[in-house]
């Protein structure tokens, strides 16, 4: 069966760095785009970046664009998600998807951005 598993997530002070890795399992990695999205305290979930299944194209939401960048290895299933200067509004659970918003999801991981 497909799955999705998200690490990488915790606490950092504003201005700093984290990336996230989603590891996939159960189809065909490299033939499908993958994307991350974020859900904050009573927000909706957003799309945060996208990626191609060759990786030649990606998308960002304005919010993260020039500071975000989503990566993927299809040699190694993964799918990375590297944010710098975090700020604190980046605070939220992050999710690994594919298929869109009735495909499938990763657990999520918490990201906090605090000082």
């Known amino acids: 069966q497909v799955q999705l598993v998200e690490s990488g997530g915790g606490l950092v002070q504003p201005g700093g760095s984290l990336r996230l890795s989603c590891a996939a399992s159960?189809?065909?990695?490299?033939?499908?785009?993958m994307t991350w999205y974020r859900q904050a305290p009573g927000k909706e979930r957003e799309l945060v970046a996208a990626i191609s299944s060759a990786g030649g194209s990606t998308s960002y939401a304005n919010s993260v664009k020039g500071r975000f960048t989503i990566p993927r290895d299809n040699a190694k299933n993964t799918v990375y998600l590297q944010m710098n200067s975090l700020k604190p509004e980046d605070t939220a659970v992050y999710y690994c998807?594919?298929?869109?918003?009735?495909?499938?999801w990763g657990q999520g991981t918490q990201v906090t951005v605090s000082s």
């Open positions: 159960g189809f065909t990695f490299r033939s499908n785009t």
């Open positions: 998807n594919t298929l869109g918003k009735e495909g499938y």
